[in-house]
């Protein structure tokens, strides 16, 4: 059960400091969410739900075919043998054995490595916080390049995180609001608003045989690609400058309709 502290980070008396939901995609232990949970827990409280094991590139999957288990450690931190998006479902649905009430804000990350362009599609990482967008519950996404100083670019997030939170309570908007940040190499940094890329990466598969002549394949590890995409994550990103993406939760097209009209025409005679 999370336990909330009765002061602000500012030790102002009788205020709740709010509670964030932290999850990620590279496990409970990776040092990415260890930096990113001691930088937000300097003006929140944080629960931690997380995979037990590596789940990179797992998307937005859920385990629906096999019971799931978890364990809860201290320091409110809470493993399930899952993908990111059944940890922040699990944590979202535990009536009470992980949250004590519904969380402010859900943090997913610090990643080990970029998610940039399309690869906002194949992340466990930004699927964790999407996972909670779509509950209503304004989430960011947090990554970072491997050659990134971990300890600042955790902080540059906690700080995002909170100005994502500050504002959704300022201006009383939309509450699943979902970010995607990514940090470049380095050890500071500007940060602006963008949108997403265009990141290719080469499609490469290798196949192999295994002792016993069996053949297997190896997918990804390809070569990537940024393309011209002015106001861009990967445009910022080659600039050396964090970007912070809105992503929408909605995947219909409205260009599109027209000629699903058509298409809708055609087929009914």
Not at 110 to 132: C, I, P, Q, W
Not at 136 to 160: C, E, F, N, Q, Y
Not at 165 to 180: H, I, M, P, S, Y
Request: glycine share 10%; hydrophobic share 40%.
């Amino acid at each position: 059960m999370s336990s909330n502290k009765n002061e602000t980070s500012a030790g102002t008396a009788g205020a709740v400091r709010p509670l964030v939901l932290l999850s990620n995609d590279d496990g409970y232990l990776a040092p990415g969410l260890l930096a990113l949970r001691e930088a937000l827990t300097t003006w929140a409280d944080v629960v931690v739900c997380a995979p037990e094991l590596n789940q990179s590139a797992t998307s937005h999957s859920l385990s629906l075919h096999r019971p799931l288990r978890m364990r809860s450690l201290e320091g409110d931190i809470h493993v399930v043998d899952g993908t990111p998006a059944d940890c922040v479902y699990v944590a979202l649905s535990s009536e009470g054995r992980v949250l004590s009430r519904v969380p402010d804000l859900c943090v997913s990350g610090m990643n080990h490595g970029l998610n940039l362009g399309v690869d906002v599609f194949y992340s466990g990482t930004v699927a964790a916080a999407r996972e909670a967008a779509l509950r209503g519950i304004p989430s960011v996404a947090v990554s970072a390049d491997t050659k990134a100083d971990r300890a600042a670019a955790a902080a540059l997030g906690s700080s995002i995180a909170r100005a994502v939170l500050e504002q959704v309570r300022e201006t009383k908007g939309e509450a699943g609001l979902l970010f995607n940040v990514n940090v470049p190499p380095g050890s500071a940094w500007s940060v602006r608003a963008t949108k997403l890329g265009r990141r290719t990466y080469a499609g490469d598969v290798l196949f192999r045989r295994d002792p016993r002549g069996a053949e297997y394949m190896w997918i990804g590890g390809g070569e990537v690609t940024h393309h011209d995409a002015p106001g861009s994550d990967t445009e910022a990103y080659d600039a050396g400058a964090v970007g912070v993406t809105p992503l929408a939760l909605h995947l219909d097209l409205l260009s599109g309709m027209s000629t699903a009209e058509l298409v809708a025409r055609a087929v009914a005679g």
